[in-house]
């Protein structure tokens, strides 16, 4: 069990890094990294670019992925002993 918690242990920790990155990789009010891949090109309808669509797509992924390591974490610690 041990080497179950540590394995959820550092997933947590890497997809939490991860997750910040993308977090911070979002258009504010300005630009944001999302430009970077095309999102200076969308349209003056208001709409979001395609870019900025798929970066909130895999920043909810990311997020559900890490929500279940913290869940599973839990779980593993709650059980152990």
Do not use: C, P, Y
């Not at 990155?21 to 944001?32: E, R, V």
């Not at 309808?45 to 992925?65: F, H, K, P, Y």
């Amino acid at each position: 069990m041990d080497i179950l918690k540590i394995a959820l242990e550092v997933f947590l920790a890497v997809t939490g890094v991860f997750l910040v990155f993308l977090i911070l990789a979002h258009k504010g009010k300005g630009g944001g990294m999302s430009d970077m891949f095309g999102g200076a090109m969308s349209s003056t309808m208001g709409g979001s670019s395609v870019a900025e669509r798929n970066l909130n797509r895999i920043t909810v992924g990311m997020a559900l992925v890490w929500l279940a390591a913290i869940v599973g974490l839990g779980l593993v610690v709650r059980f152990q002993g």
